[in-house]
């Protein structure tokens, strides 16, 4: 339906180019939508499901008003899952990337003293869950007086999980003279209430399920008894031979058991839910995009938000008890236009939830038959060559817009009195350097990172080996991180 084009708003040449590299052509639905509203500074409720492009649709404004200059917050979006908080900070990392904006990411389990540290540097996006956000609000170390405007992603979810007291409680604290938005896949009593109670005039969005249940989204039932689940999901993933593929499970016993049957067999699979360590979850969030596996067994801590390059099937090894979570878990595939290929498992006592699932999505899921023992056998050959063989991602946006960028490590910082301006004054000095090749600049205490853009790395590292910073000695390195 969206007939415009980016080119129909104002947007800056710094985000046109990041729009460009992301291979965000013309506005998704939502975004045209929520775009001029949001460019307006008005107050938004946005429906939409996840994959509609609805993170760009709040993430192109924020980047384009922010003021850089300004070295406390502006922008403060709340998630209700730290993998999805992280997933928001990268989209609004690479809008943002051209022109510096800096964003970061504040959950629970991380260090708070890390992250403390790196408040203090200039941040313009703060991307949180309520409880971590809360808690650096009590203590200080988030300063909100510059926080103009303010997003709840996924607000479903986030009052579904019980944060509505913290949500509440950081709304208190923001400045009112602030735009919000809310986004949500549903609007139930409560969100309504929300918004009602804390918005101005807000102008409401409704994007229709796009027909992403429908139009990029093969559904299928099968019926089979709990005991035959296993042989099931072996068969299935041999005809069916996935370039990627998620499993769903309802618990996280179901996704150790479903992952070691799995593991023996020797499919390239791993493993999430919420009782991994954090770091566990994003290494293998982060493995997942990147291809290092085919098949990722999860309960549904995996299903919401997280952008993983088209998943190509979505099995439901057990039907999701809330009827939102199907919509969640099968939007992981068919997203951004490709096609996608979600089977749900139901034992024979599931018809209710299944009737559920049918009432909301508004369509009956087609019946269809498990894979007979003579097709599995002629597939089997195919499958156990794809299975060996490594995955190809082919679209991974992070990688593309960092690929002409190199982080360089600096020996000295803060306590050294350095500025960003004085790494801007040095480097934009270099011959064949200028200050648009610099990027996003983080000067700690005793060390500072530069990025520099436009595939002029090599040429600053070299020059800065035998070049002072206000008349200092720094050693240069490439960074790891
Ligand atoms: P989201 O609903 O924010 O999770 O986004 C869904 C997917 O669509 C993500 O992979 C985005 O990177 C991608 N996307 C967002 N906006 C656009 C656009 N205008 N054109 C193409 N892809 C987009």
Not at 145 to 171: C, H, P, R, S, T
Not at 242 to 269: G, M, Q, W
Not at 280 to 290: E, H, L, N, Q, Y
């Amino acid at each position: 339906m969206s007939e415009r084009s980016f080119e129909d708003y104002k947007l800056s040449d710094e985000i046109r180019r990041a729009l460009a590299l992301l291979k965000y052509e013309t506005p998704t639905e939502v975004q045209s939508e929520v775009l001029q509203v949001a460019l307006g500074n008005q107050d938004v409720v946005v429906k939409s499901q996840t994959g509609s492009g609805k993170t760009a649709s709040f993430g192109i404004p924020i980047c384009e008003m922010i003021e850089w200059e300004e070295k406390n917050p502006q922008a403060l979006i709340l998630t209700p899952t730290r993998e999805l908080a992280v997933q928001v900070r990268e989209d609004i990392t690479n809008i943002g990337r051209f022109k510096r904006i800096k964003a970061m990411a504040v959950y629970g389990k991380e260090p708070f003293a890390k992250q403390k540290e790196e408040l203090k540097q200039k941040t313009h996006v703060v991307v949180g869950t309520p409880g971590r956000v809360m808690d650096h609000i009590e203590r200080g170390t988030l300063v909100l007086d510059q926080m103009k405007y303010f997003i709840i992603d996924e607000a479903d979810e986030m009052l579904n999980m019980g944060f509505i007291d913290e949500v509440e409680a950081i709304i208190q604290e923001l400045p009112s003279d602030r735009v919000t938005m809310v986004f949500s896949a549903t609007l139930p009593k409560d969100v309504e209430n929300l918004c009602h109670k804390y918005m101005k005039d807000p102008i409401n969005i409704e994007i229709a399920a796009t027909g992403m249940t429908t139009d990029t989204i093969d559904h299928y039932l099968i019926e089979v008894k709990e005991e035959g689940k296993i042989s099931l999901l072996k068969d299935v993933t041999v005809v069916e031979n996935p370039e990627s593929c998620i499993i769903f499970c309802r618990t996280k016993d179901h996704v150790d058991t479903v992952f070691t049957e799995l593991d023996e067999a020797n499919y390239s699979c791993e493993r999430l839910h919420g009782g991994l360590e954090q770091e566990d979850r994003f290494a293998v969030m982060d493995g997942f995009k990147r291809g290092n596996f085919r098949y990722l067994v999860a309960t549904d801590v995996a299903a919401r938000g997280i952008d993983i390059d088209n998943v190509t099937l979505v099995i439901n090894y057990d039907v999701p008890m809330e009827k939102e979570s199907y919509v969640h878990r099968t939007g992981r595939t068919g997203r951004a236009g490709n096609k996608g290929k979600a089977i749900t498992f139901a034992t024979p006592y599931e018809g209710k939830f299944i009737k559920a699932i049918e009432r909301y999505i508004g369509f009956e899921i087609p019946s269809m038959e498990a894979p007979g023992h003579e097709e599995v056998t002629g597939r089997k050959a195919a499958f156990d060559e794809k299975i060996s063989g490594r995955r190809v991602v082919k679209n991974n946006k992070t990688a593309r817009i960092n690929k002409d960028i190199m982080k360089l490590h600096f020996s000295g910082g803060k306590k050294k009195k350095l500025r960003a301006v004085d790494f801007v004054g040095t480097i934009a000095n270099i011959p064949g350097v200028t200050a648009d090749d610099i990027g996003i600049i983080t000067i700690q205490d005793n060390l500072s990172y530069v990025d520099i853009l436009n595939g002029k790395g090599s040429l600053v590292l070299q020059a800065m080996e035998h070049t002072t910073i206000k008349g200092k000695k720094l050693k240069v390195s490439k960074a790891i991180k």
